[in-house]
């Protein structure tokens, strides 16, 4: 496997299912986000993490959770999500995060649909 | 108002036009500035970095004026593979990137 992989590619759950979103990079990077895209939205970010610990959490609901066991693995915890939760969930890494730009790479993201 | 913000379109062109699509930012501290690009159903790629001195890659030409806090990314040649969604980004030091809207692009035949 080569750069950001992210899975499931598709999820379908109900209002008080409880799931989670997997996210490995396979660059060397020590930072990684989630980041959610909503139709007719700009991308925006949820959390992001350096050498492990969050450094950003941009106000998100509790009903997501992120957990970061390693530089090379993300993963978003979901639970009692609404309907208004469905968006693609796209995971990123980089070389650094915070004082300057550091190239961010994307997996596929995982498209989410809350019934 | 938004932080960065982007005419949607979408910009529908013949091959060969030549389209601009353009972009400014609310936070005069914003450091940095990308174009990225993201095709239907993927996720986004760095297409270039923006510069005041302007920058050309290919058919590509993306120029920035800080002080209309204006961004600019201009295509020539369209392609019918450059149809996408073009995303302006900013990035501020301490916090991840800003991503406009995206202005949508379809070149046809």
């Known amino acids: 496997e080569t750069g950001v992989t992210q899975t499931p590619r598709h999820l379908v759950m109900g209002m008080t299912n409880k799931k989670s979103l997997k996210c490995e990079q396979h660059l060397g990077h020590n930072a990684m986000y989630w980041y959610k895209q909503s139709a007719k939205k700009p991308l925006e970010l949820m959390f992001v993490?350096?050498?492990?610990?969050?450094?950003e959490n941009n106000s998100v609901p509790s009903r997501f959770s992120p957990e970061c066991p390693n530089s090379s693995h993300l993963f978003l915890h979901l639970h009692t999500l609404q309907p208004e939760d469905s968006a693609l969930y796209l995971c990123?890494?980089?070389?650094?995060?915070?004082?300057?730009?550091?190239?961010?790479?994307f997996g596929p993201g995982t498209r989410l649909t809350v019934l | 108002r938004k932080e960065v913000e982007q005419d949607p379109g979408p910009f529908n062109v013949p091959e060969g036009a030549t389209v601009a699509f353009n972009c400014t930012y609310s936070?005069?501290?914003?450091?940095?500035f990308f174009w990225y690009r993201q095709d239907c159903r993927k996720e986004p790629k760095l297409l270039m970095s923006v510069y005041s001195s302007g920058n050309e890659d290919g058919r590509f030409t993306a120029q920035l004026n800080r002080a209309s806090q204006y961004i600019s990314l201009l295509i020539r040649d369209s392609k019918l593979s450059d149809s996408a969604t073009y995303l302006c980004?900013?990035?501020?030091?301490?916090?991840?990137?800003?991503f406009g809207k995206g202005t949508t692009l379809s070149v046809s035949s």
């Open positions: 993490y350096s050498l492990e610990e969050r450094v």
């Open positions: 936070n005069s501290a914003s450091q940095s």
């Open positions: 980004v900013a990035f501020r030091a301490g916090t991840a990137l800003i």
């Open positions: 990123a890494s980089s070389q650094g995060a915070g004082l300057a730009y550091n190239e961010q790479f």
